[in-house]
């Protein structure tokens, strides 16, 4: 059997990676428009940071894992087509802002059409807005010759950048949507199913139609995300009343109803989903004439986005209501840890704000590369002299980052940042030494016995 994958993105190449790694029969190959991508998937130094990946790839890689730019030739030799390209919120024409652009499915479907020349499995692993199968299964059969059949199955991936290779080796469920109705659909699921079953065990495969697959990995993403902004909400109450946001968290997380995860209150959640899988579905929502309940998920992003702009605004009025020309150190870029990926760091954000009062924002991230946190922060590494940016200064160690800087924020939860010598930061600070853990990770009360001023999430 032969799978191609359209889009060697954070999704498709360490998924891909997965199955040629499990399936030692099955010839995977990956293929990107993205030439630099493509060359880094088949070099030591991997597009995408993930703990366990460089092991995977190197196993697979080469033996029964190929990285192309030659769609044509990967899309004729396969047998099933994933199609794992981005699928990013619309900026232009009818649902900017909130739908979600289709362009790059569209134009996966009709390369699958034209070099197509036998019958295929096309499975839609990127997240895509629920009846987009329909649209597909359209322009498929409309660009196709007579006696191709293309089965469209919605396979979505439910792997947490920076877990996912365990994520994957181990997944809670795989999903495969398909038409159940139909005896073609049900085999085309079978197929799929059947790769997995290669490690997956079959009670851990759940089929479903097209549509409830399509829905589902939407409202996974928006549950999700719904409990981080119900605990960070509450971590603003916590603030004002003497609670503590960690401790009601860990209360309400014992009832086995709740449960304790994602129950973490932060500067915000972040990554290249959440807001863009639940702005999908208020717009599915308007679309489909539910205005209530579109306005009910729209408040997870509105709380989402309070939540960052309340961090950057504490920043401001906790150092006497002005940042102008004051060092501040930022540890962590990236929107999570273990993970170089900044699509929608809440770090941005505030740092954008930071600038605007115009801080000088000194960075350290493990992982994430300067270049990637001047384009995310919107400024240019030189003015037009050459001179370096007085602004941003990138640091490759975080005590560099916080000499001579009056206040510390933790935008990222990395876990060194636990262990730094917190007593040799304090001494190359400004006093008072202003620390605000965006991430509740370090020890505050070992950190107010040094003399720095703390302010955490949620009070404590
Ligand atoms: P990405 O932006 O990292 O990768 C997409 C890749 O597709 C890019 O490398 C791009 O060059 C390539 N591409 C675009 N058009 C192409 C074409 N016609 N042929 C071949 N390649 C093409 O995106 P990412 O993060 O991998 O996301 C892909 C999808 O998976 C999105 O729908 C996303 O919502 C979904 N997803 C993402 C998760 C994540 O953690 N990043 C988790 C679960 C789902």
């Not at 569209?106 to 096309?122: G, M, N, T, W």
Request: hydrophobic share 40%.
């Amino acid at each position: 059997m032969k799978i191609c994958c359209l889009g060697a993105g954070y999704v498709g190449g360490p998924t891909m990676a997965m199955i040629a790694y499990k399936c030692s029969d099955i010839t995977v190959t990956v293929a990107d428009i993205n030439e630099a991508r493509i060359n880094a998937w088949n070099s030591d130094e991997l597009p995408v940071f993930e703990p366990g990946l460089d092991d995977v790839v190197k196993a697979a890689r080469g033996r029964n894992l190929f990285f192309t730019t030659d769609k044509v030739t990967a899309i004729k030799e396969a047998d099933i087509i994933f199609v794992s390209v981005g699928t990013p919120t619309k900026t232009y024409g009818a649902g900017a802002g909130k739908a979600a652009d289709l362009k790059y499915i569209e134009l996966c479907a009709r390369d699958i059409a034209e070099h197509s020349d036998r019958s295929k499995i096309v499975v839609e692993k990127s997240t895509l807005p629920v009846r987009t199968a329909q649209g597909l299964k359209t322009v498929l059969s409309a660009n196709t010759r007579e006696g191709i059949d293309f089965q469209v199955l919605s396979n979505p991936e439910f792997l947490a950048e920076g877990t996912a290779i365990e994520d994957l080796e181990n997944p809670d469920r795989v999903l495969i949507g398909g038409e159940e109705e139909t005896e073609a659909g049900r085999a085309a699921i079978e197929t799929l199913a059947k790769v997995y079953e290669y490690w997956v065990p079959r009670e851990n495969i759940i089929t479903t139609n097209l549509w409830s697959s399509e829905l589902s990995k939407l409202v996974a993403n928006a549950f999700l995300a719904q409990r981080i902004s119900s605990i960070n909400s509450i971590s603003a109450l916590c603030e004002r009343t003497g609670a503590n946001v960690d401790q009601v968290a860990y209360a309400i997380g014992r009832d086995s109803r709740i449960g304790p995860k994602f129950l973490k209150a932060s500067v915000g959640f972040g990554g290249s989903c959440f807001q863009k899988d639940i702005l999908n579905l208020v717009y599915l929502c308007e679309y489909f004439g539910l205005p209530d309940v579109a306005a009910y998920w729209e408040q997870v992003i509105i709380m989402n986005d309070w939540q960052k702009s309340r961090f950057s605004q504490k920043i401001v009025t906790t150092l006497f209501n002005t940042v102008n020309g004051k060092r501040i150190a930022m540890l962590g870029f990236a929107f999570k840890k273990d993970t170089n990926d900044t699509r929608e760091t809440a770090a941005m954000y505030v740092g954008r704000d930071l600038l605007d009062e115009q801080a000088v924002l000194a960075v350290h991230d493990p992982k994430v590369s300067r270049e990637q946190i001047f384009k995310d922060l919107k400024e240019s590494e030189t003015d037009a002299e050459g001179n370096p940016n007085p602004l941003v200064d990138i640091c490759d160690d975080p005590y560099e980052a916080a000499k001579g800087a009056h206040g510390l924020a933790v935008m990222t939860e990395w876990d060194s940042f636990k262990d730094l010598d917190y007593k040799k930061i304090y001494e190359g600070m400004y006093k008072p030494a202003f620390i605000f853990d965006g991430r509740n990770i370090l020890d505050h009360e070992a950190l107010r016995e040094i003399g720095f001023e703390v302010f955490a999430i949620g009070g404590k």
